[in-house]
């Protein structure tokens, strides 16, 4: 159709410009890691931030295991929050990585290559400080390793029909399950590593971690086989993991938990928090260290299509609680939903309608899609929409449950705040040293993908332009 | 391209990958391992005490009933301690000036009380009745172990949950009647078999090991005779496994 | 340190351009009848998979294996703690609530599954091994990056040094070295 | 006698240990199972003295012995704390210390019950006390005097072991002893004046017999020597309204059994009033009902302070207090009462209304009952003496004794005289004792200012407070559970008191008749078969050996000791004849804004201020606690502009205070309701900085009700802690109620559109096997009062921890128990100015299908198989998981280390070593008294026999004097719940939500006057 086709002329960028070789891959990512020269200032500037705040964590942590639960604003009937918003926040942001390296693989979508390898560090990363909070928010936190089954002097057991003992399954699976994918992603690009260093430690480092990896074409065959059917696992894992975090909820009998559309919702949640925290970090990194030919404008475009949807599919939730409310006659139900519009906590039920529902159908014009402070900000708006979401969930639907008598009010403490702001510490200061260590862009993929489009403009997601494909020929 | 490793190196890296997968369970294996050692549960140490008492010399030499110091084991959850006054009753007359009495004698005039090391002690959290175990016919070496063999006394079971859970899970395996007076209370039963052995009656197998206290696989016949006392003495087996039966 | 009595023959390495010359080169060398060859290259080539005859399904059969453990495991490991070992009446639930005991055995089953997957991929491929000959083939360091290299084992029955030498230069290689290896129990 | 090297051990170990406050820390330091060490450290501290008086001979031997005792007795109970596995930080260094010689009638281990005595006000009432190891455990109604106690009762146990008690005898600050103190006192006597002339002893209200007969020996030897009876909450109008009418004193007993209507003006005899426990069982065990038709009473009730009475109430008016007067004079004038003229009704009281009140009393001549309030005038209690006169309830219903507390008509009047002659400088010694004039006293008397002209002033009390901060000698006092005495109930009977330990905890306390006798009575005057010259007890069983004669005092004494009463000690009751001539005023001037002053709820006039059960208790009304707050109507708050917590300035006559807000709907409009006893200036750690001081305002022309006091805003705000936010039941099923002529068509007063669909089910459908004992509540809402002592009870029996005002601000309260309070409409229509209210105690329903239970991963909350839903603490982790999941919010957290008592160590002598001490991170909640079930299962089994019906008793059930709470095996068809179950108005909470709770309610049946619901 007419319209299509001048859309099609329009917006039909490549996903890989510039003279590109495999010489010219290798290089332009390699050589990030290789040398400082390479990393702006702004690289100390947030490996700072981060070590000024991850002892703010560790200190936090102290405090909270010394003094106990008591220093967070947690109450009856609050007896959740922060702690469990944290965790769910963060378990969010941890669903990108494996959402795109395993399911965009199984689609064969070719624009996965530039941004997978740094997304699954973001969800290692993420995972790991959404780990923390499930251990701490317990009363006795030395007593947790109680969760896991073995064999012990008292004869007790886990109860497995809690959520609680679902999750500890669910998360510690998906996190082994993240980092092998993560790590056997990684083993060819660490031989790259190992070859372009001339000699010193860090050869031998990459060495090691490279296991001897040569690229022999038997090893190939079967290492595609298996990451590819690890894709294929990690596509189940990745949806049952957030929907068994939704599940605390929805397998309680509370007004507001008690919701049988909370997997779907939980899930496409995470993707929503977790494409938005990717474009938060990609964005200006691209621009760090010019990487504008392998994250391209179509990449930005790709990824708010993606935000689009998932929002619109979380939009939808919202509504559907609604409908419920109204739907099921049930006068707590119904209690609930007034107390969202009308309640001590409505405002911040319509920052999250803004930021979850209204932002992000700015994504809907290409124009935008591709105009980068604009997405930068949905991305941002987006973060924080996600975790009003979860406060919305869980102190708004507690605080006001079934008798009257027993409602309350929550206030966050400092130590409710101190611990979030170490994580985010924590977590910025892994990224950048990945950053400075790891290869970000999967680098033998990138040549794949060259070759790819070289041999086959109309498979590739967008062809590249000529003269690049003929460079990457000779 | 030179090599960057030696021939050598293979064969470690794969021995230190290894070692590395099997470290945590190693370490989880030897921590159970401390938890149940002696080390730890203090089980068959004996303990030091102001006075060096031998419940063999008194329990089984002289055959002085447990019932005569321990006042309280078939009223009360706490079996009872001697008192400075009970001791006295007897070493006012014998060994009134043995060197090993004088702290006894001390209290005696002074009114401070001895303290006692603590040997037998049920572990935090653990609400234990001592009564209701001595009336339903357990013995007391089933937890204590041999006392009658004990100079320094020292504790003879670990008092770990699953411990306890063997008995309250299985109590037939553990209650018995004599099959000379079977006419006797359970109550009864316990003291006449501490009686019997201390008079040196042939005992059977089963007594024997009550008496040791340590556990003991019965013949099923033994196990059969179990759950007819079971069901007579109308032990509710399931209820006996209630967490709010100890822990309250 | 063991006295040193190498270096042994390996095999032969031709070094090629790009992806198109190895291919046909490997087409060559395998319709001229050598079984023990391997190819080396910076990224997957499915095309050197067909020209070289390589195919290995045993991978995915350990990995069904791994979850099929898995998933058992999990299901049984749970009902034997909650009906069997200590069963508790909990709000009235029956002791093998096998709806809540799904989520569990999912979990497991993809577990096994994926430790199979990595670990039986490197058992397979025979990772670690840091040392391997062709490291020391003069420009392998190539081999991780942009440059293809083909590779017949001296094991190959039809393999004679000069012969082979030659087929493979016949086949415009930048270049043709011999692999040497440095251990004796080779 | 002690060894001489011990003695010097001893002194040097006490010069270190000297100050107090040293002391204190190191209480607060020791935790867990090192209390044997911390006890020692206090028994050390004892020490001290008994060794500053070693410098006299013949003490110091005795004060070691007691000491000793007390070690004994605590050693062996800190020990089966232990075993009752208080937390232990390691195993390490544990000691068993037995006794040294065998207290005799003690099983270690099995608890002891004595009958003793609590008084209030001068009021006795018997109580029973468990005792574990020598340590007073619980302290519960004695069955003889009549069921359960009020929560004041329950709580005063805990001030025995008040680390903030003074222990010391003080002069001017400095350590002293008593024998100095005693010296002082004799050298004046001595020299000054043998006649006892201007030496003045104030006591507290006492109707103690041996006491006042004490007195009377004292007065033969010092004929001018003064004695004056004061306390802050006096009935003086109560008993001068006698006087009035009938020309005597005499005492007013209710018995509410039989009466079928009673009016209550002002009169909160369902709490607050001296034999409150008995009526308040009277007249709701007459409200009793069983099947769907209901012959019960009805209460009338005219109020100006909101209370417990008018809460409960079938018809309720708010009256201003000045109108009280005429109001009640026009009813008299209805009901034709002599000699009563004038009287007008308050224009919110509807004249028909009234009418409908009069003709109902004038139905039920002879089985009705008007009360009139302890604060109203002396004009309105004459008045309302003869309305019962005319209705023929004299005799029936109302009984007429003398009275029993010595002098309670003229408290004020007496303590006016004191302050005169101490400002005449005619007082030379005054003694006070167990009263707190300083703190209470009408402000305009100055008490503290003319106190300072006195010479030598001493000061006998349980701590160091406002009075004793301005006397000289500071003498610390025992608690009633520390020694003996006696005492009258309101209808004379004498109760008995022992002391619950051997001797007092802090030793060197001594009790009033000691000091009194030891000052005033020549050595030897009794023949002294004791180590310590007049100890109560001595005092106390010569007293009785008199009245009963030796030879039937052998024969009676024990028994009577047994149970905790002297029989046919009841006074007779008085012929009295009215003669009344009054004028009632007829114009209701506005009065302009009118104030009130009250006893505090729960820590009455201010003496239990230091008890944290008390403080942390919700008063039953607003669900405050920790605080005192002026309490005002929703009108006037809107009038003014006001919300909860804004702080205002009150100014009476020149003198102002400020404090917050808080609004009582259903409180009368333009008054301002104070509550007494807060803002208190001791050395408490509890106390400190709770509430304002309402004393500071009070005038000693009307101590009660005064007008003219102004308000106005400051613009300060004040945080409260209240426990219940939200009192509206939000048109929820919560509390049933209906009326009487419901019952008869809808017993189950279900409110249309409650569906009981019962919901799908993945599993099959009840895995319980229903055999054995199943445990089941019921809680009939139409007899509970909402006065709380159920709560207290709880605390006490299960070790529940006070966490202080900020922690219970957070929402962290951790009673297992609670007394919700709902208001709702009255007569159909919202009312914010007059409403219906409502109570409903929850506690852990123990549903069969729990909620909690499958959520935690751990499986630490399961249940058993007798249908109890069990909470192991040790188990728990603390996810929280299960308190999110319960509907009732009935989960406990120990958000902090509230478990041991770190600021606050003695109490955990108090800990009941058959309730493990929760530590911290763990969750809670009501176990049913699991501890008590199985204790009974125990003594069943070794007796081969079934629990009996009623032999498990639960806590809650215990202390509620009204019976609401049932409790037993619910497979028994015989036993008393299963009766209850099947009820009509049995219903359970939520029920929709198929958790099957096995705590059941029995709706609320009110029943309003037909003719007044017409209107």
């Known amino acids: ?474 | 391209m030179a090599q960057i490793f030696r021939p050598s190196s293979n064969t470690v890296i794969r021995t230190v990958l290894f070692l590395v997968a099997s470290a945590p369970w190693a370490l989880g294996y030897l921590l159970s391992m401390y938890s149940r050692s002696p080390y730890n549960t203090k089980v068959g140490v004996p303990m030091d005490q102001p006075i060096p008492f031998s419940h063999r010399h008194h329990a089984y030499e002289l055959g002085i009933d447990c019932r005569n110091c321990h006042t309280s084991v078939e009223k009360s959850s706490f079996a009872g301690l001697p008192s400075t006054e009970t001791c006295m009753q007897c070493h006012s007359q014998i060994w009134t000036n043995s060197p090993l009495l004088e702290p006894l004698r001390k209290s005696y005039e002074t009114g401070v009380p001895i303290k006692w090391k603590v040997v037998n002690r049920v572990p935090d959290f653990v609400q234990f009745n001592h009564s209701i175990h001595v009336n339903r016919g357990i013995n007391c070496n089933q937890c204590h172990g041999p006392v009658q063999q004990m100079h320094l006394t020292w504790k003879g079971n670990s008092f770990e949950m699953k411990w306890c859970l063997n008995c309250h899970r299985e109590p037939e395996k553990f209650l018995y009647t004599a099959e000379t007076n079977s006419g006797l209370s359970p109550r009864e039963q316990v003291f006449n078999l501490y009686m019997k052995y201390q008079q040196g009656v042939p005992l059977t197998a089963k007594e024997r090991s009550l008496i040791r206290g340590y556990d003991y696989s019965p013949t099923s016949d033994e196990l059969n005779k179990g759950k007819t006392i079971v069901k007579k003495r109308g032990i509710e087996k399931d209820q006996l496994e209630d967490c709010s039966v100890c822990h309250y | ?186 | 006698m002690l060894l001489d090297k011990d003695q010097d051990k001893m002194k040097t170990e006490n010069r270190e240990e000297f100050s107090l406050s040293m002391i204190r820390e190191k209480l607060a330091n020791s935790r867990g199972q090192k209390y044997w060490r911390s006890l020692n450290e206090i028994a050390e501290t004892e020490e001290f003295s008994s060794w500053v008086e070693a410098e006299f001979p013949n003490k110091s031997t005795i004060k070691q012995v007691d000491r000793r005792d007390f070690l004994r007795f605590m050693g062996a109970s800190i020990l089966m704390a232990s075993l009752g596995g208080c937390r232990s930080v390691f195993m390490e260094d544990q000691n068993f210390v037995p006794y040294v010689k065998n207290p005799e009638g003690l099983v270690p281990g099995n608890p002891l019950y004595y009958a003793s005595m609590h008084s209030l006000g001068g009021y006795a009432s018997g109580v029973l006390v468990r005792s574990d190891m020598g340590r007073p455990m619980k302290v519960d109604g004695n069955p003889v005097c009549g069921k359960g106690t009020n929560s004041v009762t329950q709580a005063s146990i805990l001030d025995m072991y008040d680390p903030d008690r003074s222990k010391q005898v003080l002069d001017r600050g400095v350590v002293s002893t008593w024998d100095f103190f005693f010296k002082a006192v004799k050298n004046y006597l001595e020299t000054s004046n043998k006649s006892g002339k201007g030496v003045r002893i104030l006591t507290d209200f006492t109707s103690s017999p041996s006491f006042i007969d004490l007195m009377s020996k004292i007065k033969k030897q010092y004929p001018h020597l003064e004695w004056i009876s004061y306390e802050p909450v006096s009935r003086d109008n109560v008993l001068q309204g006698s006087q009035l009418a009938y020309g005597q004193v005499v005492e007013t007993n209710y018995h509410l059994k039989h009466a079928k209507v009673v009016v209550s003006f002002d009169a909160d005899f369902l709490e607050s009033m001296p034999g409150a426990v008995k009526m308040s069982g009277d007249f709701m065990g007459a409200k009793k009902i069983r099947g769907n038709k209901a012959d019960t009473n009805r209460l009338y009730s005219f109020e100006c302070a909101p209370s417990l009475t008018g809460a409960n109430s079938d018809h309720k008016w708010p009256v201003v207090p000045s109108q009280m007067e005429s109001l009640i004079g026009y009813i008299a004038g209805l009901l034709g009462v002599p000699g009563v003229t004038g009287g007008a009704l308050p224009d919110n009281v509807e004249a028909n209304a009234v009418d409908a009140l009069v003709k109902d009393l004038l139905k039920n001549k002879g089985k009705s009952a008007l009360i009139a309030g302890d604060f109203l005038s002396a004009e309105c209690h004459a008045i309302v003496h003869g309305m019962n006169d005319v209705l023929q309830n004299v005799g029936s219903t109302v009984m007429y004794n003398k009275p029993v507390v010595h002098e309670a008509e003229k408290s004020y009047e007496s303590l006016q005289k004191l302050t005169h002659d101490m400002s005449n400088g005619m007082v030379d010694v005054l003694l006070i004792m167990g009263t707190n004039p300083v703190f209470t006293a009408p402000a305009d008397l100055n008490f503290s200012e003319q106190l300072k002209k006195v010479k030598l002033k001493a000061y006998l009390g349980i701590h160091e407070d406002e009075t004793s901060k301005c006397c000289d000698w500071v003498l610390p006092s025992t608690h009633y559970l520390e020694t003996w005495g006696d005492g009258r109930s309101s209808d004379g009977t004498v109760c008995l008191a022992q002391p619950l330990i051997s001797s007092p905890l802090y030793s060197s306390c001594k009790s009033k008749e000691s000091v009194l006798s030891r000052l005033f009575l020549p050595l030897g005057s009794m023949k002294s078969k004791f180590e310590e010259p007049f100890a109560s007890e001595e005092i106390v069983n010569n007293f009785w050996m008199e009245q009963l004669g030796s030879v039937s005092y052998q024969k009676n004494w024990k028994k009577s000791l047994e149970k905790g009463v002297v029989s046919g000690t009841s006074l007779p009751t008085v012929n009295v004849s009215l003669n009344l001539r009054l004028n009632v005023r007829t114009d209701l001037g506005d009065q302009g804004l009118e104030v009130m002053f009250r006893p505090d709820p729960t820590i009455y006039d201010g003496r239990y201020a230091n008890n944290g059960w008390l403080q942390e208790l919700p008063k039953p009304l607003t669900k405050l606690t920790w605080d005192n707050t002026v309490q005002v109507s929703a009108k006037l708050a809107e009038r003014e502009g006001l919300k909860p917590e804004d702080v205002v300035l009150l100014e009476l006559e020149g003198r102002s205070i400020e404090a917050p807000i808080w609004i009582v709907p259903g409180q009368p409009d333009n008054t301002v309701l104070l509550h007494l006893g807060y803002g208190r200036d001791m050395n408490g750690l509890v106390a400190e900085g709770a509430g304002f001081d309402a004393y500071k305002l009070r005038n000693s022309n009307d101590v009660w009700n005064a007008a003219g006091i102004k308000l106005s805003k400051t613009g300060k705000r004040y945080d409260l802690a209240s426990t219940q936010m939200h009192q509206n039941m939000e048109g929820r099923d919560l509390v049933r109620t209906g009326s009487v002529a419901e019952l008869s068509k809808n017993p189950s007063f279900e409110p249309e559109g409650v569906h009981h669909r019962k919901p799908m089910n993945l599993y099959p459908d009840n895995i319980f096997e229903d055999k054995g004992y199943q445990w089941a509540m019921v809680i009939d809402l139409n007899q509970c009062t909402g006065c709380g002592s159920c709560v207290t009870s709880c605390q006490v029996e299960n070790n529940i921890p006070v966490i202080g005002k900020d922690q219970t601000r957070r929402g962290r309260h951790m009673h297992w128990i609670r007394v919700d309070t709902y208001f709702g409409p009255r007569s159909g229509e919202a009312n914010l100015d007059n409403p219906s209210v409502h109570f409903q105690p929850i506690t852990c329903m123990h549903c069969e299908k729990a909620p909690c239970e499958p959520v935690c991963p751990v499986g630490a909350t399961n249940h058993s198989h007798e249908g109890l839903n069990q909470m192991v603490y040790n188990r728990c982790i603390g996810t929280r998981y299960c308190a999110n999941n319960c509907p009732y919010k009935v989960r406990k957290f120990n958000y902090l280390n509230f478990g041991d008592n770190v600021d606050y160590p003695t109490k955990n002598l108090l800990n009941n070593p058959r309730v493990t001490v929760r530590g911290r991170g763990v969750m809670e909640k009501c176990s049913f008294c699991v501890q008590r079930i199985n204790a009974a299962r125990i003594t069943a089994k070794k007796e081969n026999r079934k629990i009996r019906d009623g032999e498990i008793v639960v806590a809650c059930q215990e202390s509620c004097t009204t019976n609401a709470i049932y409790f037993g095996d619910k497979n028994d068809p015989n036993s008393e719940v299963s009766k209850m179950r099947k009820e009509p108005r049995n219903y359970v909470l939520l029920e929709e939500l198929n958790v099957r709770p096995r705590t059941s309610f029995l709706g609320r049946v009110r029943n309003p006057n037909p003719e007044i619901e017409a209107l």
């Open chain 3, 1 to 186: 340190m063991e006295a040193k009595k190498g270096p042994y023959l390996y095999g032969l390495i031709a070094e090629f351009n790009n992806e198109h010359e190895v291919v046909e080169a490997a087409k060559k060398v395998k319709s001229a009848g050598y079984t023990k060859t391997d190819a080396f290259s910076p990224f997957p080539m499915h095309a050197i998979d067909h020209a070289l005859g390589i195919w290995d399904p045993r991978i995915k059969w350990f990995i069904f294996c791994g979850g099929l453990f898995g998933c058992i495991f999990g299901f049984s490991m749970q009902s034997y703690i909650s009906a069997i070992d200590y069963p508790l009446n909990v709000g009235g639930r029956p002791m093998i609530s096998w709806p809540q005991f799904i989520p569990v055995t999912f979990e497991c089953t993809i577990l096994g599954a994926a430790l199979t997957a990595v670990f039986g991929m490197m058992a397979l491929n025979g990772l670690p091994q840091l040392y391997h000959p062709v490291f020391s083939v003069p420009g392998f360091e190539r081999a991780s990056q942009d440059k293809f290299f083909l590779y017949i084992e001296s094991k190959d029955p039809k393999f004679q040094l000069e012969a082979t030498k030659k087929l493979l230069e016949e086949l415009g290689p930048n270049a043709v070295s011999i692999v040497e290896d440095m251990r004796d129990d080779h």
């Open chain 1, 1 to 474: 159709m007419a319209t299509e086709t001048k859309y099609e002329e329009k917006y039909n960028e490549p996903i890989l410009t510039g003279n590109q070789s495999h010489e010219v891959i290798t290089d332009r990512i390699g050589s990030i890691v290789l040398s400082q020269e390479k990393h702006p200032n702004i690289w100390w500037g947030f490996i700072a931030f981060g070590v000024m705040f991850t002892p703010v964590l560790v200190f936090s942590i102290a405090y909270l295991v010394y003094k106990g639960i008591g220093i967070w604003g947690n109450n009856q009937p609050v007896a959740w929050a922060c702690d469990i918003i944290n965790f769910v926040w963060w378990i969010g942001i941890g669903h990108a990585g494996t959402l795109i390296s395993a399911i965009l693989l199984l689609f064969r979508q070719q624009w996965r290559n530039s941004i997978n390898r740094f997304a699954e560090a973001m969800t290692i990363f993420a995972v790991m400080c959404a780990g923390l909070y499930p251990l701490l928010h317990t009363g006795r936190p030395w007593v947790d390793y109680w969760i896991f089954p073995y064999p012990n002097i008292l004869g007790m057991w886990p109860q497995f029909r809690s959520p609680l003992v679902w999750d500890v399954f669910a998360i510690s699976t998906y996190f082994t399950v993240s980092l092998l994918f993560w790590y056997i992603g990684l083993i060819p690009d660490f031989a790259t590593m190992r070859d372009k260093t001339k000699g010193g430690v860090a050869q031998k480092i990459y060495g090691v971690l490279a296991m001897g990896w040569r690229g022999s074409a038997r090893h190939w065959h079967r290492y595609e086989a298996s990451y590819l059917i690890l894709a294929g696992l990690s596509t189940p894992l990745v949806l049952s993991v957030h929907s068994i975090v939704s599940l605390d909820f929805a397998v309680s009998i509370l007004p507001g938990w008690n919701v049988t559309v909370f997997p779907p919702y939980f899930v496409a949640g995470a993707v929503f928090a977790g494409f938005a925290m990717v474009l938060l970090f990609m964005i200006p990194i691209r621009k760090w260290y010019h990487l504008e030919d392998y994250v391209t404008i179509r990449h930005i475009d790709w990824m708010s299509k993606v935000m689009l949807t998932t929002g619109l599919i979380v939009f939808y939730g919202y509504i559907l609680e609604m409908f419920y409310c109204w739907y099921s006659g049930n006068i707590y139900e119904i209690y609930l939903c007034i107390n969202r519009l009308s309640g001590p906590y409505a405002l911040s039920y319509y920052a999250l309608i803004f930021c979850n529902g209204i932002a992000p159908q700015i994504l809907w014009s290409p124009k935008m899609r591709r105009n980068i402070p604009v997405v930068f900000t949905v991305a941002i708006i987006i973060s924080i929409g996600m975790w009003l979401e979860r406060f919305v969930i869980i102190p708004v639907s507690l605080h006001r449950d079934f008798l009257p008598s027993s409602w309350g009010m929550y206030y966050p403490t400092f130590w409710d705040y101190s611990m979030f702001l170490g994580t985010m510490g924590f977590f910025t200061l892994l990224m950048f040293l990945f950053i400075r260590f790891v290869p970000m862009l999967n680098i033998f993929e990138m040549r794949d993908l060259l070759y790819k489009l070289n041999i086959d403009p109309s498979k590739g997601a967008g062809h590249t332009n000529v003269e690049s494909s003929k460079k990457g020929g000779n």
